[in-house]
């Protein structure tokens, strides 16, 4: 029979021998594609929790829009996050291939740029957690406004803050290229 269309649970794919996710729409939980025989996503378009793809055989996100929970990239083959939209927890680059962020506009979380092969953060609008640029390829924050967390930009390579609002957290320039604070108005405090 087909797979069905919607979990509503967990889906661990972790050593299993499924190939392919058809039909499936959405997983409600978490989605575990770590060393997992699974090369594409298929028209999988949600996923409620976290979703790991480290160490996986999945190339591209394929339909994907949102990811609830955590998502995490690091040592995966994917280079480009299609057509997400939002991640609602951390996302973590360190060791992955991902090089741009297409049209993700929101991380609810942390966002771990350092080590990653990310140059721009494309159209993303908002971090929620802290935002670490320490040793990243990114120059600049493009659309970004909001951090809600710390923000660490020691050994980075951002000169422009672009249009950057507020930081929640502590903000830290030690050792950092920027010269000037653009269009900040607070640092802690939250938004």
Do not use: C, E, M, P
Not at 60 to 69: A, T, V
């Amino acid at each position: 029979g087909d797979l069905i269309a919607v979990l509503d649970g967990n889906a661990d794919f972790h050593d299993s021998n499924i190939t392919s996710l058809g039909q499936l729409q959405s997983i409600g939980g978490y989605a575990y594609f770590r060393d997992s025989k699974i090369t594409d996503l298929g028209q999988l378009q949600s996923i409620g929790g976290d979703a790991d793809f480290s160490n996986s055989q999945i190339t591209d996100l394929g339909q994907l829009k949102s990811i609830g929970g955590d998502a995490d990239f690091s040592g995966s083959k994917i280079t480009g996050l299609g057509q997400l939209q939002s991640i609602g927890g951390g996302a973590y680059f360190i060791g992955s291939k991902v090089t741009s962020l297409g049209q993700l506009k929101s991380i609810g979380g942390v966002a771990d740029f350092s080590n990653s092969q990310i140059t721009d953060l494309g159209q993303l609008k908002s971090i929620g957690g802290d935002a670490d640029f320490r040793d990243s390829k990114i120059t600049g924050l493009g659309q970004l406004q909001s951090i809600g967390g710390y923000a660490y930009f020691s050994n980075s390579q951002i000169t422009d803050l672009g249009q950057l609002k507020s930081i929640g957290g502590g903000a830290y320039f030690r050792d950092s290229k920027i010269t000037d604070l653009g269009k900040l108005q607070s640092i802690g405090g939250g938004a």
